[in-house]
């Protein structure tokens, strides 16, 4: 009988796996949304890589969105400086980098801090906080390597594009679906996190 997933072999293989979408799909957003290759002259897939974390400010070379579902949802090429929802985007760059760079730190050693708290059969609790250390460190990449988040996905109401959800990307995703799983996991109210020295109680679950 194969032995189970430690909880921190579990939350390295969801965590790779994670952000290696987050990055591969905004790779493909800048492949298919904008022309920075083709102006660039990069053809094969390592030079396109290259290009993908050396490349600045492609929004003057965006194409014209694609329609997935065209009354609902498009992917379109958009570069935020800011946090979600655009906010910030106003301070000035060293300021605003310096500030999301704490702020992601933070956020990756007070998930780490709470998910090695966490008990071996938690998995619900694991998955989520490694959902959201992949989000806020796929953004966080972004940001070091450009000093921007690349999003492209547009929700918007029946054939009204003025009318839509912030333009997000998978790891936005990942941040919302883990801290959702974080606020409706249905043993939160009655089965707190432990302390630390109880990882081998029993589970009430």
Same mark, same amino acid.
């Given at each position: 009988?194969?032995?189970?997933?430690?909880?921190?072999?579990?939350?390295?293989?969801?965590?790779?796996?994670? *952000?290696?979408?987050?990055?591969?799909?905004?790779?493909? &957003? +800048?492949?298919?949304?904008?022309?920075?290759?083709?102006?660039?002259?990069?053809?094969?897939? *390592?030079?396109?890589?290259?290009?993908?974390?050396?490349?600045?400010?492609?929004?003057?070379?965006?194409?014209?969105?694609?329609?997935?579902?065209?009354?609902?949802?498009?992917?379109?090429?958009?570069?935020?400086?800011?946090?979600?929802?655009?906010?910030?985007?106003?301070?000035? @760059? !060293?300021?605003?980098?310096?500030?999301?760079?704490?702020?992601?730190?933070?956020?990756?050693?007070?998930?780490?801090?709470?998910?090695?708290?966490?008990?071996?059969?938690?998995?619900?609790?694991?998955?989520?906080? &490694?959902? %959201?250390?992949?989000?806020?460190?796929?953004?966080? %990449?972004?940001?070091?390597?450009?000093?921007? +988040?690349?999003?492209?996905? !547009?929700?918007?109401?029946?054939?009204?594009?003025?009318?839509?959800?912030?333009?997000?990307?998978?790891?936005?995703?990942?941040? +919302? %679906?883990?801290?959702?799983?974080?606020?409706?996991?249905?043993?939160?109210?009655?089965? @707190?996190?432990? %302390?630390?020295? !109880?990882?081998?109680?029993?589970?009430?679950?």
């Amino acid at each position: 009988m194969m032995k189970p997933l430690s909880k921190w072999r579990l939350l390295g293989l969801l965590f790779a796996l994670c *952000l290696v979408a987050d990055q591969w799909t905004k790779f493909l &957003a +800048v492949e298919r949304l904008t022309v920075v290759f083709d102006r660039g002259g990069d053809h094969g897939l *390592l030079e396109k890589v290259r290009g993908f974390y050396a490349y600045r400010h492609l929004e003057p070379l965006a194409t014209e969105p694609y329609y997935v579902v065209r009354p609902l949802w498009r992917m379109n090429y958009v570069e935020n400086p800011g946090a979600a929802w655009g906010m910030f985007r106003t301070l000035p @760059p !060293e300021i605003r980098n310096g500030f999301f760079t704490l702020v992601s730190l933070g956020a990756v050693g007070f998930i780490l801090y709470y998910y090695r708290r966490l008990r071996q059969d938690q998995r619900f609790l694991q998955v989520a906080l &490694a959902f %959201v250390l992949a989000g806020a460190v796929g953004n966080f %990449v972004d940001r070091l390597a450009r000093r921007y +988040v690349i999003d492209f996905i !547009e929700w918007y109401w029946w054939n009204r594009t003025d009318i839509r959800w912030p333009t997000f990307n998978i790891a936005d995703s990942l941040i +919302v %679906v883990g801290v959702a799983m974080l606020v409706l996991h249905p043993g939160a109210k009655k089965e @707190p996190l432990p %302390v630390a020295g !109880e990882g081998r109680a029993p589970s009430r679950a």
